[in-house]
């Protein structure tokens, strides 16, 4: 404790009272009390710090930086197992969503990774696997004109691209792609199911360049 008259411990006024609740005599708590003053006084020792000054005249004043440190320091003890969610990351991904909202329409649940290996274990034939291409073909067709008239913002079921208003907006585009698609191959519009797997190799490499041929031509 600061006192107030100095050179006189017994005055009355030096004197002071501790206050602390119940259970101080207990000498685990009376240690405890006592790191937590001493910690307490070593802060408020850095707000306020003690230096000798000497007053010559009424003007007379002195600028007092406090000096804080902060020695609390993160000990890592031990690593447990880190989780991931991905879950957030479907936002970014149209193509995931469109995905996953097909196998809960078609009623089918569980972990994908046990879906993946039961697919695994199907054996797939070269006409099941031209199959699926071409009917991949096809929604990938349907699936980037209406991404296309969505980049235009133009509403997909009315007539106005097509000069000749024989087909609405979305079939008009679809067209369009195909119609690249065929001189892509030089195959006529209804050769389409007879494409073999090179073919369709090759029109999957060269899709964005049709794609991009298309926009072109819209814009």
């Known amino acids: ?30 240690d405890d009390f006592k790191d937590f003053s001493v910690a307490d006084k070593e802060y408020f020792d850095q707000l306020l710090p003690e230096n000798d000054f000497v007053l ?3 003007t007379d004043m002195e600028r007092l930086q406090p000096a804080l440190k902060y020695d609390e320091k993160i000990d890592i003890g031990e690593q447990t197992k880190v989780l991931l969610d991905k879950s957030a990351l479907l936002a ?4 995931a969503i469109d995905a996953l909202l097909y196998l809960h329409s078609a009623g089918i649940t569980g972990n994908i990774n046990d879906l993946l290996q039961q697919v695994e274990k199907i054996p797939v034939t070269k006409v099941n696997k031209r199959q699926a291409q071409r009917q991949a ?3 990938k067709v349907k699936n980037t004109a209406g991404q296309i008239i969505a980049k235009l913002k133009i509403n997909p079921k009315v007539k106005g691209m097509d000069r000749s208003f024989r087909n609405n907006n979305f079939a008009y585009v679809i067209s369009l ?13 209804g050769e389409r199911h007879d494409l073999n797997a090179s073919e369709l190799d090759l029109i999957d490499s060269r899709f964005p360049h049709i794609i991009a041929k298309i926009e072109h031509e819209l814009s």
């Open 177 to 189: 792609i195909n119609r690249e698609i065929n001189k892509t191959l030089n195959k006529s519009p």
């Open 56 to 58: 010559d005249n009424p």
């Open 92 to 95: 970014d991904d149209p193509t």
């Open 137 to 139: 073909l096809n929604d």
């Open 1 to 30: 404790m600061r006192v107030i008259e100095q050179d006189s411990p017994r005055s009355k006024i030096n004197q002071g009272i501790v206050v602390y609740h119940a259970g101080s005599n207990i000498a685990k708590r009376w």
